[in-house]
């Protein structure tokens, strides 16, 4: 079975803090992906991957980078905290095929930014 | 801009009862539509369809596309606890491969 791990369940994390979330995937897919969730917003794209050092900005980039620098690997950081930022993120990841946009999903990191 | 539009945004029902939710698109180069279900974290894959009329099936659970009315309905009967969830919709974009996502369904199934 596919796996993608999310390093933390839950966060609590000060104004102004660098945070870095990080997601791994054990398939060896190509696409990495980090969204938000929101009640009453639905998932939100903040950026996604499709190889090594290659990064796409998504819906709702700012505020956020990311950082590739192994394929199973895909990391979000926050460069200054804010409260708005609190949030559900939810990392995913998937094949490189246009006949299958199936994505599999970590456990999501839920961040309060105080 | 690519659509996902989910309806409702909330459903409570009693268990047993049969549920249908709804969801409509706008996407160019329309290639298929996807649903998850969200029980506590993360979205797990229920089907995948590209078909038009082609109904999929798992359980008590279907799935079926309509390409010409653009829209796809999620099927649940005899709902159980269990069915509690947050379904999503989903579509790839245009030369893309990342999902435009609905903003869900609550499901709220109590005995």
């Known amino acids: 079975d596919v796996k993608v791990t999310q390093s933390s369940r839950y966060l609590v994390k000060r104004t102004g803090e660098k945070v870095f979330l990080e997601c791994v995937q054990d398939m060896d897919h190509e696409n990495m992906f980090w969204y938000r969730q929101d009640p009453g917003l639905g998932l939100r794209l903040i950026y996604f991957s499709y190889d090594v050092k290659m990064k796409e900005k998504g819906d709702i980039p700012e505020g956020y980078s990311v950082s590739r620098e192994k394929k199973e690997r895909f990391s979000l950081i926050l460069e200054s905290a804010s409260t708005n930022q609190t949030s559900m993120y939810l990392c995913?990841?998937?094949?490189?095929?246009?006949?299958?946009?199936?994505?599999?999903f970590g456990s999501g990191t839920q961040l309060s930014v105080l | 801009e690519d659509k996902v539009v989910q309806s409702p945004l909330s459903l409570v029902v009693h268990e047993g009862d049969t549920v249908t939710l709804n969801c409509s698109y706008e996407?160019?180069?329309?290639?298929?539509l996807l649903w998850y279900k969200q029980e506590k974290k993360a979205p797990t894959f229920l089907f995948m369809l590209?078909?038009?009329?082609i109904e999929k099936k798992s359980g008590r659970l279907s799935s079926i596309l309509d390409k010409k009315e653009l829209f796809s309905i999620l099927n649940i009967t005899a709902t159980q606890t269990g069915d509690s969830a947050i379904y999503l919709c989903?579509?790839?974009?245009?030369?893309?491969?990342?999902?435009?996502f609905g903003k869900g369904t609550k499901l709220s199934v109590i005995p």
């Open positions: 996407v160019t180069n329309f290639r298929s």
């Open positions: 989903a579509a790839p974009g245009a030369g893309s491969y990342q999902l435009t």
């Open positions: 995913a990841s998937s094949f490189w095929s246009a006949t299958n946009e199936k994505l599999f």
């Open positions: 590209t078909s038009s009329g």
